[in-house]
């Protein structure tokens, strides 16, 4: 059964002709990759484009891809590349590589890698939707890195996003304390 097969297996299958392999791919990362775009490009159609071409990106890699454990990471740097991209050439990118507006680019204290992703911490709809407009208010790196946490370990993120890993756990600390603040001032505590 394909959803029992790795991410590996999936595009060596794929590799070799076999059509499905791919399908199930693109099950598995179509609703944290399109959210993920969606996050940075703040538009349903150019994020569902953009999903569409990392696939595509996939789909023409796949015979020479070395996935070693890495298609999940692969697919949403390239996602985060083709958002770049778009962005730049549309005029509307802002850095998301900042650390937050105060200036801060060092962390002076640390977060244990089990913390739970903010959207995990309130539960019901109501809740969720909250938590969602809050993170939509956090500087563009925070709120990347708040989303990415949700799918990969701080490490992984620090990894991906290329920076170094305190100022990733800096900006996942100050987010969290800043949807704090927005969801006390609602009346929710989390």
């Known amino acids: 059964m394909m959803h029992e097969r790795t991410d590996d297996e999936l595009v060596q299958l794929f590799a070799q002709g076999d059509n499905p392999a791919f399908e199930e791919l693109v099950l ?39 996935a070693q454990g890495k298609v999940k990471a692969w697919l949403f740097l390239t996602a985060r590349n083709k958002a770049f991209n778009y962005l730049r050439d549309n005029k509307g990118l802002d850095s998301l590589d900042q650390t937050d507006e105060e200036g801060n680019e060092f962390l002076h204290d640390s977060l244990p890698d089990t913390s739970l ?16 407009q809050a993170v939509e208010k956090l500087p563009p790196a925070q709120r990347e890195t708040v989303y990415l946490r949700q799918y990969f370990a701080f490490k992984e993120v620090a990894e991906l996003l290329g920076r170094p890993l305190g100022t990733v756990l800096a900006d996942f600390h100050r987010a969290v304390q800043k949807v704090r603040v927005q969801l006390q001032q609602q009346g929710e505590s989390i």
Do not use: M, W
Request: charged share 25%; no cysteine.
């Open 117 to 132: 992703p903010v959207l995990d911490q309130l539960t019901g709809e109501e809740g969720l939707q909250r938590i969602r």
């Open 28 to 66: 598995r990362y179509k609703n944290g990759l399109y959210q993920y775009l969606k996050t940075l490009v703040k538009d349903e159609g150019t994020a569902g484009d953009l999903f569409q071409e990392v696939f595509i990106s996939l789909f023409k890699h796949a015979a020479g891809f070395k």
